[in-house]
């Protein structure tokens, strides 16, 4: 697709995803489908349910089960078969009652060859977002112009390899570029999550965030961890030493979304070698989830448990002092802890307009460690509450590593596309990447720290 054509496929996208829409018997009662979400010249969906039933898709893709990207899917879905990773299929069968037979979970790392359409292959990769999600690499030749947009493929009918990889929501890291599925290609269409495509926003890598928050965890909670680590399971301290105990230990309060964040919580659970209570309903979720680790630390008991579960909006002095007020008697003292990437704040003076070579720089000096994080304003001696830079998102200098380790032709944003202005800022970054692994060569990959992080 021209630059101009692009453009105009644009335009015509940001009329089709008006807010304003209603389905009345004039738009046939479904709203059109934008070319973002069709793969070019493939019968493929993904993250499409709102479309319902899009013209010439066979096959419906599902990056994970949270609720931006499932949008309209419910237990009426008649529209085609869904595919997934197994335990977003275990999620949105228990969350959405979406009827067992249209929902096909797909094996991880595993090219796998999709029903009626035409012979494309996919395979599913770990996104690095919340459980369940995945990034779909998919291999196969175009034979059909699916969808609504009134721009067509040229190559459909020939007999030419197309290679998109689809990444739904992720965080990117080596061990992505360095796939098996990857290595080495050449990827003509990369759908992109740009939620943080800003360098505002660099804020630090994944695994060492979550460390510093288990370490942080263990030095407060200081000498009242309640038990030992014995065969995978905890083994628990006399009667009389929990009695002494029971107004000597700290409440570590977690704020989560529906589904996310657990890494963090799993790290606390075991520095602290201690259980995780959450409420039923989420109790239920996460034993959907394919981590018998997670399953075997849950507990139906709060008293039994020092890491609790909670939504994220409980994360405030107020409610977080509520919270804790029913085990008033139990702890003596509860810390909350509220990880999202939108509590994060750039340094002051930070260059917002940096090489890629500084990007990369940056981000191969990006540290965390539990020193780095302070107890918010509001916090008491009894009450504290941490506000943690942690996104399941990529950061910019995290995408910028990502987009210079391999081969590939177009980056299509998926997220922030609202505005053209918005768009015509994110794609001055993609084009200083282009030029710059133009400069690499193709077999550059940016060096990393560990196969997790840059």
């Known amino acids: 697709m021209s630059s101009h054509k692009e453009n105009e496929a644009w335009k015509e996208a940001s009329i089709m995803e008006d807010r ?20 070019q010249g493939m019968p493929i969906a993904v993250d499409a349910f709102k479309y319902g039933a899009i013209p010439g898709v066979t096959a419906y893709f599902l990056t994970h089960a949270h609720s931006d990207h499932y949008t309209n899917l419910s237990s009426s879905w008649t529209n085609g078969p869904i595919y997934c990773s197994e335990g977003t299929a275990n999620l949105i069968m228990h969350m959405l009652k979406v009827p067992r037979n249209w ?77 098996p599925a990857v290595k080495g290609k050449r990827i003509d269409h990369v759908y992109l999550d740009t939620t943080y495509l800003d360098p505002k926003y660099t804020f630090p890598p994944q695994p060492l965030v979550i460390s510093a928050c288990a370490e942080l965890a263990k030095r407060i909670a200081g000498g009242s961890v309640v038990g030992t680590k014995m065969n995978g399971w905890l083994s628990a301290v006399t009667r009389e030493a929990k009695e002494k105990q029971k107004l ?12 996310g964040k657990e890494r963090i919580v799993k790290a606390m659970a075991q520095a602290l070698r201690t259980k995780v209570y959450c409420d039923a309903r989420k109790t239920a979720i996460l034993r959907c989830q394919c981590d018998p680790e997670l399953h075997l630390l849950l507990t139906s008991n709060p008293l039994d448990a020092l890491v609790h579960l909670v939504p994220l909006g409980v994360i405030t002095s107020d409610r977080l002092k509520e919270y804790v007020e029913r085990y008033k008697g139990y702890f003596s003292r ?3 802890f509220r990880p999202t990437g939108w509590t994060y704040t750039p340094p002051a003076g ?91 060569g193709k077999d550059y990959v940016v060096e990393y720290r560990q196969p997790d992080y840059w």
């Not at 053209?420 to 030029?435: H, I, L």
């Open 248 to 259: 000597d230990r700290t409440l570590m309060v977690v704020g989560t979304y529906s589904i």
């Open 103 to 179: 929902v096909h979970a797909l094996p991880m790392d595993k090219p796998t060859v999709i029903p009626n359409t035409g012979g494309v292959q996919v395979t599913l990769i770990e996104a690095n977002h919340c459980p369940g999600s995945s990034l779909f690499f998919f291999e196969g030749s175009q034979t059909v112009n699916a969808g609504d947009s009134s721009f067509k493929s040229a190559f459909v009918g020939s007999p030419r390899v197309f290679r998109y990889l689809h990444c739904g929501d992720f965080r990117a890291s080596p061990r992505h570029v360095l796939h």
């Open 350 to 440: 930070m260059d917002l307009t940096p090489s890629v070579s500084t990007i990369i720089t940056r981000s191969q000096k990006n540290t965390f460690a539990h020193t780095d994080m302070l107890p918010a304003r509001s916090s008491t001696s009894t009450l504290q509450l941490y506000m943690v830079p942690y996104s399941e998102h990529s950061s910019f200098s995290e995408l910028t590593c990502f987009a210079m380790s391999f081969q590939w032709t177009k980056m299509i944003a998926t997220v922030n596309i609202g505005s053209e202005n918005s768009r015509q800022k994110m794609t001055k970054w993609v084009q200083k990447w282009e030029a710059e692994r133009k400069k690499k």
């Open 20 to 39: 304003t829409f209603r389905p009345t018997n004039s738009n046939s009662g479904r709203r059109k489908v934008p070319f973002y979400k069709v793969l």
């Open 334 to 336: 509860a810390v909350g």
